[in-house]
Nanobody, 120 residues
């Protein structure tokens, strides 16, 4: 059973960089053909796709966040990370990591999510 767990600070000040880590267990982040994804949900709004890193290390970002977003991985720790720079209160959201299997629709495994608040 694949499990994902987000970790990182719950409070970030405006203009700083938000950093989150997703630790994966029960499966390797380099295994064919999965994509390891970051999503967020601002209060009162729908889910927003942030980006993903593929099993071979390829990365795609949401056009609306590209330029502020960086996704990377540590294969030795089976983790992938999200950095979002120059944050504003509009970046306040519950942040999720999840897995996408191209053979199936949607995201098949999710972390529980972590609340990140941007406030001074």
């Amino acid at each position: 059973q694949v499990q994902l767990q987000e970790s990182g600070p719950g409070l970030v000040k405006p203009s700083q960089t938000l950093s989150l880590t997703c630790t994966v267990s029960g499966g390797s982040i380099t295994a064919n053909y999965h994509y390891w994804t970051w999503i967020r949900q601002p209060p009162g709004k729908g889910l927003e796709w942030i980006g993903h890193i593929g099993y071979q290390g390829s990365i795609d970002y949401s056009p609306s966040l590209e330029g502020r977003t960086s996704i990377s991985r540590d294969t030795s720790r089976n983790q992938f990370t999200l950095q979002l720079s120059s944050v504003t209160p509009e970046d306040t959201a519950v942040y999720y990591c999840a897995r996408h299997d191209p053979k199936r629709p949607g995201l098949d495994y999710w972390g529980r999510g972590t609340q990140v608040t941007v406030s001074s």
